[in-house]
């Protein structure tokens, strides 16, 4: 065990296999083993259960309020800086990614700001800054981009928040709110309107299906495919821009 900087490690007494440089880094450690924190007051409230620990934390304050979680990995200033996380297997890179995850388990999380209003969601995939920022509950999705699934927020428990939405590409999914099944591939594909939500909807290519505001069940394949449909359902639509005039229509077949 190694402790480098005021107050690192001090309450440490059986803990084995601990590395804590900086300033409060691993203060109330007791038991835990195999813990690694470099940062001014890096994981400085982390105390797991005795024998278990196997995390890392690096940056400023990262995982400040972090608590009994295990085999959790947190780098960046400020990630995971506010949340007392009991989740385990949470994977944080990023300024203030993560930055409110209390019970969240087997996430993983890198760019700025990306999940940082996760709560309890699981299983999430988010790579991008601020992608997923402002989810609290969700559980499934996957944000690939820059504000990929920007505003999906779902804040209720039970089997409403599997929320299962995929956005790949730069604002991607970026107004749905708490629709799911979605998704949403290439850039602004499925970017909707503010304040609205819609559910089990395909898009594939740069701004397909971009102004989708609650239709359902629509599937667009193509650059520009689809772009102006808001609340039609049970379209299928192939090919650069087509059915690009549809706004409305149910069940049409374009190829």
Do not use: W
Request: aromatic letters at 6%; glycine letters at 16%; hydrophobic letters at 35%.
């Amino acid at each position: 065990t190694v402790a480098v900087g005021h107050s690192a490690l001090t309450a440490l007494t059986d803990g084995q296999y601990n590395t804590a440089v900086g300033f409060s880094a691993l203060a109330t450690n007791v038991s835990g083993d195999k813990i690694t924190a470099l940062g001014y007051q890096a994981g400085a409230n982390y105390n797991p259960t005795a024998n278990y620990g196997n995390s890392v934390f690096v940056g400023h304050q990262a995982g400040l309020n972090v608590s009994t979680s295990r085999k959790s990995t947190i780098v960046g200033d400020l990630a995971v800086g506010s949340g007392v996380m009991t989740g385990h297997e949470n994977t944080i890179f990023g300024h203030v990614a993560g930055y409110d995850m209390t019970s969240c388990t087997h996430n993983t999380v890198v760019g700025n700001e990306s999940g940082a209003n996760l709560t309890s969601g699981s299983s999430n995939v988010a790579l991008g800054s601020q992608s997923l920022i402002s989810d609290l509950l969700g559980t499934g999705s996957t944000a690939l981009g820059y504000a990929a699934l920007n505003k999906q927020v779902n804040a209720t428990s039970g089997d409403d928040y599997r929320t299962h939405n995929t956005g790949v590409g730069g604002y991607a999914g970026y107004y749905n709110v708490t629709g799911i099944g979605n998704t949403y591939i290439g850039y602004e594909a499925g970017f909707g309107t503010d304040g609205n939500s819609n559910s089990h909807n395909t898009a594939v290519g740069m701004d397909a299906l971009r102004g989708i505001t609650d239709g359902t069940r629509n599937v667009a394949v193509g650059s520009g495919c689809a772009s102006l449909v808001q609340d039609g359902d049970d379209n299928t639509l192939i090919g650069y821009d087509a059915g690009n005039v549809i706004t409305n229509g149910l069940q049409n077949t374009i190829i």
